[in-house]
């Protein structure tokens, strides 16, 4: 007589691929926490920058105004020149969780955007209390790898009172050349910069930025949520003219809140 001999059932299952989804219609490009972290970079500008499709703050080729910024679900315009890039505002890259970039196929919600969308995540406080301090600074390499950068981060969140939970971020930092791309090797060779390139002593900057989000769970569907955020910067503007004279070159002061 036949005796029946039971298999475990098989199962057959195809890696997913985003790029050959019929249903993916957006072309979008995620930076995690962990990613705003690990690389060399200190602000979310330098971090989408190094994303594909972007120049500096232009996306996809776009003018200035043509992507739209939003924080979590909100979108951030300035209304003097319709760009989201030039609000003077910093977000600290600590307080984030996620930003993605998406360059193509935006959502119906998002009808504003046309050259790209920077959506940005903040964190939530967790259950008990973490926090994280780091210094960065290229002070020990010397000569023209040293842009006098130091810059200091600080996090702190977690529960205060029962469900009403808190996560803060601060972000200090200061660079001796601000803006490497405007002191380009001088072609006089009487200028001692001519053989050793290295920052210029009168192109500074100075930016710290912080914030602070408060979290209160109503019910299990609603929350309340309230983020407050400010931003300083300042640095001097190089120029030939005043290259001796810092005491009357240009600079600029931005200050922003949210």
């Not at 360059?103 to 259950?127: C, D, H, I, K």
């Not at 200061?174 to 009487?190: E, K, T, Y």
């Amino acid at each position: 007589s036949a005796n029946p001999l039971e298999l475990e059932p098989l199962v057959v299952t195809a890696p997913y691929d985003a790029v050959l989804d019929p249903r993916a219609t957006s072309t979008e490009q995620k930076i995690s926490a962990e990613d705003l972290r690990d690389l060399p970079i200190s602000t979310l500008e330098e971090a989408l920058a190094l994303s594909a499709g972007s120049v500096g703050t232009s996306y996809r080729g776009g003018r200035i105004g043509q992507e739209s910024f939003i924080l979590d679900g909100l979108g951030v315009k300035n209304q003097l020149d319709a760009a989201s890039g030039s609000l003077g505002l910093q977000i600290p890259p600590d307080l984030l969780s996620e930003a993605s970039l998406v360059t193509n196929g935006f959502s119906a919600r998002f009808g504003q955007a046309l050259s790209g969308l920077v959506n940005v995540v903040t964190r939530e406080p967790g259950e008990s209390w973490e926090g994280r301090v780091a210094y960065e600074g290229d002070r020990p390499f010397g000569g023209g790898l040293d842009r006098g950068l130091d810059r200091l981060a600080l996090r702190a969140g977690g529960p205060l009172s029962g469900r009403l939970g808190l996560v803060a971020a601060f972000d200090v930092s200061g660079r001796m050349d601000a803006d490497p791309v405007s002191a380009p090797a001088p072609g006089d060779p009487r200028d001692p910069r001519s053989a050793v390139p290295y920052p210029l002593p009168h192109n500074s900057g100075e930016q710290w930025t912080g914030a602070a989000k408060v979290v209160v769970p109503i019910t299990e569907r609603a929350t309340f949520r309230a983020l407050g955020l400010h931003t300083e910067d300042q640095r001097l503007l190089y120029d030939p003219a005043y290259k001796y004279d810092p005491e009357f070159g240009p600079a600029q002061r931005l200050r922003g809140d949210l």
